[in-house]
Nanobody
Framework: HVQLVESGGGLVQAGGSLRLSCAGT????????MGWYRQAPGKQREFVASIMQGGITNHAASVKGRFTISRDSAKNTMYLQMNSLKPEDTAVYYCNARRPAVVGGSLIEYWGQGTQVTVSS
């Protein structure tokens, strides 16, 4: 059982920065990887960035060089530093966490409630 709560969204001008946070509670020690996804109105939810247990990160091509995913294990918190924001970054950003199933090789996913990011031109 894992609970994820995102925060840090808001309204920012193009070219500005925001830092999103995702606080995890519950069985956070079981989490294998975490990531950020986003969904704009009328669009499919898309992958933004992920960080694995060993600290290896991956970023979508659309945000590479602008967004950076990180984590603070002591605080059970994941971050998404967003720089050089563009209007097309406007979306609801969701925190995602995965852990191995107790039995079997499948993964169990958890999602936060989302935080709105709006970038004005």
């Amino acid at each position: 059982h894992v609970q994820l709560v995102e925060s840090g969204g808001g309204l920012v001008q193009a070219g500005g920065s925001l830092r999103l946070s995702c606080a995890g509670t519950g069985s956070t020690s079981s989490i294998n990887s975490m990531g950020w996804y986003r969904q704009a109105p009328g669009k499919q939810r898309e992958f933004v960035a992920s960080i694995m247990q060993g600290g290896i990160t991956n970023h979508a091509a659309s945000v590479k060089g602008r967004f950076t995913i990180s984590r603070d294990s002591a605080k059970n918190t994941m971050y998404l530093q967003m720089n050089s924001l563009k209007p097309e970054d406007t979306a609801v950003y969701y925190c995602n966490a995965r852990r191995p199933a107790v039995v079997g090789g499948s993964l169990i996913e958890y999602w936060g409630q989302g935080t709105q990011v709006t970038v004005s031109s």
